[in-house]
């Protein structure tokens, strides 16, 4: 391809992008009430393990909070069973008048097992009823697709083990008309561009490339906080900044 020709086309590709690019959402009818995340999913989200502590850490309190209810081993089936799902809607019942209310879903890592026996077209159709659900009690649903795993294929090629899973989530973001906060993308594009020996700083233990250590919850809540001012422009007033940190991920330097 010619330069020019090549230069036209990106130029078209880019108007395309932004012709295409959503408009930035407002913290609908928030009216300066500041916000609470609840956090539905696995132990990727999970206190112990999961990144979900690592975003509260960010937010501005004590007028913005959040609990972390991530559930280690869960799916979006057992979730609802072991009444984990409960405690979300409860908690929505409960805040959604007083503050502006936000539900991170974040499942994926448990449900493509074959042992727990939740076919892929269930785990789509469970985080659809989810988000509306939460739409319905006043919240603002978060799809989040999964936190990759640092398992790699050569050093600059982690295995996407969870592709099909983020899509879904692409998917029922889309069908709802929710935002798509997109972990596992921004998580594979830092894991794959620092490399699988940096990778491991942030692993639970030598054997465990699934869950995170402390370091690790900062870092990846840093990056789901990160996605959610992307998304919603509204919110930044209410998250604390770490520009270092937020350099380092989004240039694709080892924190
Ligand atoms: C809801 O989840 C939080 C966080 O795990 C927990 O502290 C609380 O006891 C739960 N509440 C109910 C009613 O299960
Ligand atoms: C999820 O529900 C189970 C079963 O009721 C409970 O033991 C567990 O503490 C709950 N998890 C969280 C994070 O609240
Ligand atoms: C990464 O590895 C997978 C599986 O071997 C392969 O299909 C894919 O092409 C590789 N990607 C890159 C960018 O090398
Ligand atoms: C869903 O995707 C289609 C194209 O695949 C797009 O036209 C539509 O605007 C999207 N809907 C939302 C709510 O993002
Ligand atoms: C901010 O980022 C720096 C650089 O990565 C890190 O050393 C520090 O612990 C971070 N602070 C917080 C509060 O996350």
């Not at 078209?12 to 539905?40: E, H, N, T």
């Not at 539900?103 to 076919?119: L, R, W």
């Not at 469970?126 to 990759?148: C, D, Q, R, W």
Request: proline share 5%.
């Amino acid at each position: 391809m010619r330069a020019s020709t090549f230069c036209a086309a990106y130029a078209a590709s880019l108007l395309q992008q932004l012709a295409s690019a959503r408009p930035a959402r407002d913290c609908a009818g928030a009216a300066g009430k500041p916000p609470a995340f609840f956090l539905a999913g696995d132990s990727t989200t999970a206190h112990d393990g999961g990144w979900g502590d690592g975003l509260l850490a960010t937010l501005r309190g004590p007028e913005a909070w959040g609990v972390n209810i991530g559930q280690s081993g869960a799916t979006t089936v057992s979730y609802v069973h072991g009444g984990n799902w409960t405690n979300i809607t409860a908690h929505l019942r409960e805040y959604a008048a007083t503050y502006d209310s936000y539900v991170t879903i974040s499942f994926g890592h448990n449900d493509q097992k074959p042992a727990n026996n939740v076919p892929f077209d269930q785990y789509q159709a469970n985080l659809i009823k989810f988000a509306e659900e939460v739409k319905s009690l006043g919240g603002t649903p978060l799809l989040t697709s999964s936190l990759t795993r640092r398992v790699f294929e050569s050093e600059h090629n982690a295995t996407d083990s969870l592709h099909n899973e983020r899509l879904a989530a692409i998917k029922a973001a889309n069908v709802t008309g929710s935002p798509i906060i997109d972990l596992n993308a921004a998580s594979l594009k830092y894991v794959n561009t620092i490399g699988e020996d940096a990778a491991q700083a942030y692993n639970w233990g030598p054997t465990d490339r699934t869950h995170l250590n402390p370091w690790g919850t900062v870092v990846f809540g840093r990056m789901v906080a990160d996605l959610i001012v992307r998304e919603l422009p509204c919110l930044e007033s209410w998250i604390t900044r770490n520009e270092t940190l937020s350099y380092q991920i989004w240039n694709g330097l080892p924190a």
